[in-house]
């Protein structure tokens, strides 16, 4: 979901995408997340990390080369982007980069709009 934030706020240096605090870290719209959303993301993510473990030898590239990432990686991060999705209202897993979009402008326009 950040990473979708990111491409659709942040700026870009030639093809390179420019991580701003203020323009990209700061506006992420992040809903309010109950104790058990928070700890299952967490958890989620800690599954993420625990399938590059088993692959230590392997760089960050070698693990998310599109041509050879591991099923257990790949799941692991489906999982999370499940948890993530829903923490943010979706009723299923988004599969576009344009439903993540939708879903984060209108989180982003809840969170700032003044009555």
């Known amino acids: 979901m950040f990473i979708t934030w990111l491409r659709a706020v942040g700026g870009r240096l030639k093809s390179d995408l ?8 700061n506006t992420f719209p992040v809903p309010e997340l109950t ?7 967490i958890k989620a993510g800690q599954r993420v990390l625990d ?4 692959h230590p030898e392997r760089s960050l590239a070698d693990h ?5 990432m591991d099923p257990v990686l790949l799941r692991a ?3 999370l982007d499940r948890e993530v999705d829903r923490a943010f209202g ?3 897993k988004l599969t576009t980069e344009r439903q993540r979009q939708e879903l984060l402008f209108e989180s982003y326009a809840r969170m700032t709009y003044k009555k």
């Open 77 to 79: 991060h489906d999982a």
């Open 51 to 54: 399938a590059r473990a088993l």
């Open 18 to 25: 420019i991580f701003s605090n203020t323009l990209v870290w």
């Open 35 to 41: 104790e058990r959303q928070r700890e299952t993301i």
């Open 90 to 92: 979706a009723p299923r």
């Open 64 to 68: 998310y080369n599109p041509l050879a």
